[in-house]
């Protein structure tokens, strides 16, 4: 299983997830699943190498995109669910 693989599971697996709580908007980062897509995330959506994996995960149907930013590019990213936003990196 690839590292992008096993995120889009985890994300999958998150959705269907009606008990993880969300407040304001973002899933609680105390949740394990949320851990685990903040890792995997961090590691693999980050870097010279992040886009083409972005783009694998936004073809699984999840909205991914910059959270803060400066000049230089992305500070964090943003994965967009059904019921809320997990920030990575």
Same mark, same amino acid.
């Given at each position: 299983?690839?590292?992008?693989?096993?995120?889009?599971?985890?994300?999958?697996? &998150?959705?269907?997830?009606?008990? &993880?709580? +969300?407040?304001?908007?973002?899933?609680?980062?105390?949740?394990?699943?949320?851990?685990?897509?903040?890792? +995997?995330?961090?590691?693999?959506?980050?870097?010279?190498? /992040?886009?083409?994996? @972005? %783009?694998?995960?936004?073809?699984?149907?999840?909205? +991914?995109?910059?959270?803060? %930013?400066?000049?230089? /590019?992305?500070?964090?990213?943003? @994965?967009?669910?059904?019921? /809320? @936003? &997990?920030?990575?990196?």
């Amino acid at each position: 299983m690839t590292s992008i693989t096993l995120l889009i599971q985890l994300l999958q697996e &998150i959705e269907l997830d009606e008990s &993880i709580d +969300v407040h304001d908007n973002y899933y609680v980062m105390s949740h394990p699943l949320i851990q685990a897509v903040q890792y +995997v995330a961090s590691n693999y959506l980050t870097g010279d190498d /992040g886009r083409g994996r @972005i %783009q694998q995960v936004i073809a699984a149907g999840f909205h +991914v995109y910059p959270g803060e %930013q400066d000049r230089f /590019g992305w500070l964090t990213g943003c @994965i967009q669910l059904r019921r /809320g @936003i &997990i920030v990575f990196g």
